[in-house]
Antibody
């Protein structure tokens, strides 16, 4: 059974960098599939942040591209998200998920972690 | 503002069928057969219900079905059950420059 678990600070100050890690168990990131991050502001809809392949190839939402870096650590079977220059608008539940084919089709999800941007 | 347009709410009685629409453009929904649908209960992560317009992942009841016509995709839930009450989101591949676009979500109420 594929399982994903997000971890990272729940509170980030404005203008700083949000950093999250997604630990994957039950499946090797090296094997196949893409791996992505999606966020959901409180009471609002879903937004795709970006996805990556085990080779290190990355694909980002154009609206966030200038502030996002997604990276992989295959030795630890995990991947990470960094979002720079955050503002209150970046407050959201952040999910990591397995992306079936880089087509916004996410079949396994983490439970999500709430990140609040506030001083 | 979401890239894909969904009605904010939908409802039906137990046993009935309800259809939720998802309207995009020829650059996303209309241009590719890569529409997915997700079910999200309060406080939970979304669950994939339909992918590639009409395919169901293992374990998803066949009461859930998907279709597409032009720039509009649809999710139909037949034989409504109380546990179907949730938020539903559509997503679509949006081309090489925007791999993932979501709808704003539809709250389905089982009366």
């Amino acid at each position: 059974q594929v399982q994903l678990q997000e971890s990272g600070p729940g509170l980030v100050k404005p203008s700083e960098t949000l950093s999250l890690t997604c630990a994957v168990s039950g499946y090797s990131i090296r094997s196949d599939y893409y791996w992505g991050w999606i966020r959901q502001p409180p009471g609002k809809g879903l937004e795709w942040i970006g996805s990556m392949y085990q080779s290190g190839s990355t694909y980002y939402n154009p609206s966030l591209k200038s502030r996002v870096i997604i990276s992989v650590d295959t030795s630890k079977n995990q991947f990470s998200l960094k979002l720079s220059s955050v503002t209150a608008a970046d407050t959201a539940v952040y999910y990591c998920a397995r992306d079936r084919a880089l087509t916004a089709s996410f079949d396994y999800w983490g439970q999500g972690t709430l990140v609040t941007v506030s001083s | 503002q979401s890239a894909l347009t969904q009605p904010p709410s939908a409802s039906g009685s137990p046993g009935q069928s309800v259809t939720i629409s998802c309207t995009g453009t020829s650059s996303d929904v209309g241009g590719y057969n890569y529409v997915s649908w997700y079910q999200q209960h309060p406080g939970k992560a979304p669950k994939l219900m339909i992918y590639e317009v009409s395919k169901r992942p293992s374990g998803v009841p066949d009461r859930f079905s998907g279709s597409k016509s032009g720039n509009t995709a649809s999710l139909t839930v037949s034989g409504l059950q109380a546990e179907d009450e949730a938020d539903y989101y559509c997503s679509s591949y949006g081309g090489s420059n925007n791999r993932g676009v979501f709808g704003g979500g539809t709250k389905l109420t089982v009366l």
